[in-house]
């Protein structure tokens, strides 16, 4: 089963559960760090993130693999006069995102992991923008076996790619076997 298809079924099921509409609970804990501007959420799924962000004041483009979860993201933007704008998109091509080097005032991305967009990420958000980040790590306490292991951080991955940034929140759930990272892009960060 290709990507697309996997993620339309999986979100499909969340819809017919009325599961997975709960905004990240360590991003909602940041609230005070929420000023508005330019927001990203990639891989957004149904999007309670997004629609969590244009409640404090951002304007989010919110992408995903699956036509589903995009629909579902806009109808809902729609009726709650959110400034959210979901999209279409396989990460796995983020070039095709044309999102513009030093728009983006905040970034969100949960349980979605292609280090090679890493660059990318840190390259569109402002000097002084943020970056949150949660998904699955290689715990010894907690194994997600339903996730594959190319999907889950090595510990300290994230203080490790983000170690010029200015660090405000970091966690390594033993378990839950999540890593959580939450930065302000200095100055001098590239």
Same mark, same amino acid.
């Given at each position: 089963?290709?990507?697309?298809?996997?993620?339309?079924?999986?979100?499909?099921d969340?819809? @017919?559960?009325?599961?997975?509409? &709960?905004?990240?609970?360590?991003? *909602? $804990?940041?609230?005070?760090?929420? !000023?508005? #501007?330019?927001?990203?959420?990639?891989?957004?799924?149904?999007?309670?993130?997004?629609?969590?962000?244009?409640?404090?004041?951002?304007?989010?483009?919110?992408?995903?693999?699956?036509?589903?979860?995009?629909?579902?993201? @806009?109808?809902?933007?729609?009726? &709650?006069?959110?400034?959210?704008? *979901? $999209?279409v998109?396989?990460?796995? !091509?983020? #070039?095709?995102?044309?999102?513009?080097?030093?728009?983006?005032?905040?970034?969100?991305?949960?349980?979605?992991?292609?280090?090679?967009?890493?660059?990318?990420?840190?390259?569109?958000?402002?000097?002084?923008?943020?970056?949150?980040?949660?998904?699955?790590?290689?715990?010894?306490?907690?194994?997600?076996?339903?996730?594959?292991?190319?999907?889950?951080?090595?510990?300290?991955?994230?203080?490790?790619?983000?170690k010029?940034?200015?660090?405000?929140?970091?966690?390594?759930?033993?378990?839950?076997?999540?890593?959580?990272?939450?930065?302000?892009?200095?100055?001098?960060?590239?």
């Amino acid at each position: 089963m290709d990507a697309k298809r996997k993620w339309d079924d999986k979100h499909t099921d969340r819809l @017919n559960q009325d599961e997975g509409m &709960e905004v990240n609970e360590r991003l *909602a $804990n940041l609230s005070p760090y929420l !000023q508005g #501007g330019l927001a990203v959420d990639l891989a957004c799924g149904l999007g309670a993130n997004s629609l969590f962000l244009a409640d404090h004041h951002y304007a989010v483009k919110a992408f995903d693999i699956s036509e589903v979860a995009v629909n579902h993201v @806009n109808r809902l933007a729609l009726k &709650e006069h959110a400034t959210v704008h *979901a $999209n279409v998109c396989d990460l796995s !091509q983020w #070039g095709n995102l044309d999102l513009k080097e030093n728009s983006i005032d905040f970034l969100v991305t949960t349980y979605y992991l292609d280090r090679t967009i890493f660059p990318y990420v840190k390259s569109i958000i402002k000097e002084g923008g943020y970056f949150f980040m949660e998904t699955f790590y290689l715990s010894r306490s907690h194994t997600n076996e339903n996730v594959s292991n190319q999907y889950k951080l090595q510990p300290n991955e994230l203080l490790t790619e983000f170690k010029d940034w200015h660090v405000l929140f970091y966690e390594e759930n033993e378990q839950e076997g999540r890593q959580t990272i939450f930065a302000k892009k200095n100055v001098e960060s590239r």
